[in-house]
């Protein structure tokens, strides 16, 4: 188990089914813990020290919070570079920025209220929908992004639409003859968008419709459900050995601090900094039922503050 993943992650939530995704892609063995949409989520808080977002990965007593990291620890299982994140430059970075940007808060604001709400019901039923919708105007508050709605947000997915309907003449994949990391993340706001809408895409995008049904068809790769007490008895080994420091040194090392998500969701996980690489910042938590725990987050994206 101890280089097997574990992603703690709901069905329905779209960035875990980027990583879903990826995983089938590779055909890679993972264990699924299912976790509740919105906090408390007593499978993993007590790993995460309360992260606010899902999913989140586990690999031993290593957590990993933001598909960014989740997505790297896929490459490196793999051997796949074009799935790190971290590798996406030119065409591919745009793609994956644009994506988890506006056009993942347009894939919500451009669906209609009534239809979004006939699909919450369907999903969590009322006592769900209310617990969800108060959750998640919640986690927007002190958010530095403001989501676009209504108009604003159909003209951002329509052009989004018609770009990558496009980009798809005469082409299997956005980047690659193979996915990258370009096609995960454009494809996870589009399914986000279908789920909420209950309808397909429009078939006039014909170059778009045979990609997200190329995606669809890559499956979610060997998985395998865990009880949480397994996934936090995995966490009961040591961490892996820190990674060697690359880009700029933080002069905070061994010192306790917050850290939190920059743009919204903004709930800080407290700890030691104990490593940073050119990508990624490793906190150190003290747990009485785990002993230690190495927490990873981006540093794109991300706040580092004196706790």
Known sequence: MSETLILHHYEASPYAEKIRLMLGYKRLRWHSVLSPPQPPRPNVDPLSGGYRRIPIGQIGADVFCDTFVIAQEVA????APTLDPEQA????AEIVARAEGEVFFAAIGSVSPLTLL??????????????????RAGMMQGATVKPPQGEAARSIM??????????????????????????????????????????????????????????????????EELDPKQAFEAARQEPRPLPDATGDADSRIGRRVSVAPADYGTVPVTGTLVATTSSRCLVARETEDFGTVHVHFPRRGYSIDDA
């Open 89 to 92: 430059a030119g065409e591919a």
């Open 118 to 135: 006939g699909t919450l019901l369907r999903t969590v039923g009322p006592f769900g929908m209310m617990r969800f919708a108060r959750d």
């Open 76 to 79: 490196r299982l793999a051997g």
């Open 158 to 223: 329509q052009s989004y639409l018609e770009d990558l309907d496009r980009r798809l003449d005469g082409r299997d994949f956005l980047i690659e003859a193979e996915p990258s990391i370009a096609d995960f993340s454009a494809f996870h706001p589009l399914w986000l968008h279908v789920a909420s809408r209950r309808h397909p895409i429009d078939p006039s995008y014909g170059h778009l419709v045979r990609w997200y049904e190329r995606m669809e068809t890559l499956g979610h790769g060997a998985r």
